[in-house]
């Protein structure tokens, strides 16, 4: 269905998306699930959030061949730029509801109890890219899940969502209300909380086995400050990445892309 008004009632998921996902007055993480590119709107096909609307180019349109029922609207890249508010060089955009965050328990248990389960739990973790970018390697590295503490961004915010190339929508996420504190009901599930950091008197990554370890839960915080102190102390675990000397630390999102990948 052609759009030529930029103004069209039908474009308000879509609208001025450089304020934020949501309108303005209304709270954090309630706004539609934004989704940017083939591949990515793809990936929200084939997941369990309900697509609202797909806008785009005829050209980006016809390469998604939609589903029958998926409310889809076409336009130029003069009026998509004009309701969204930027240039959109991957010419299609797509909206979904948004699914409440997994309960804790579940996502400790998982589909089966008595399966291996590798987790990421984050701290402050307040920049969307990184945490796309960690849920990304996330998917790709075999964890099966996200925890994150009150303070960590959100993960269906359109950045986070375009950095993971959508495959954050695959990752169930839970909220730890109580921070650090909560690391506990991990422990009681059986897992293995490793801390990531680069001090010196951590151990070398490279001894924790995770064939000894199940369940392993990696705790990574914030770029620049790192874990806090509280949640390096509820860990069973201090761990760093053994590196070059003169190099102290890697950014977050590739420091959990080597931690994942070593804890497979």
Partial sequence: MPITDPADDRLADFRDLVAGDRRPGTP??????????????RRLLASPYRVRAVLGVPGRLVELDLPEGVAAFEADKWVLSEVIGFRLTRGVLASADRRPPADVDALLAGPDPAAPRRLAVLEALNDAENLGSIARSAVALGIDGLLLDPRCADPLYRRAVRVSMGHVLALPFAVLADWPGELDRLHAAGYLTVALTPAPDAVDLAGVDPRAHPRTAVLLGAEGPGLTPEAQRAARVRARIPMREGVDSLGVAAAAAVVFATLR
């Fill in 28 to 41: 954090r993480g309630s706004g539609p699930v934004i989704v940017e590119g083939v591949p990515a709107v």
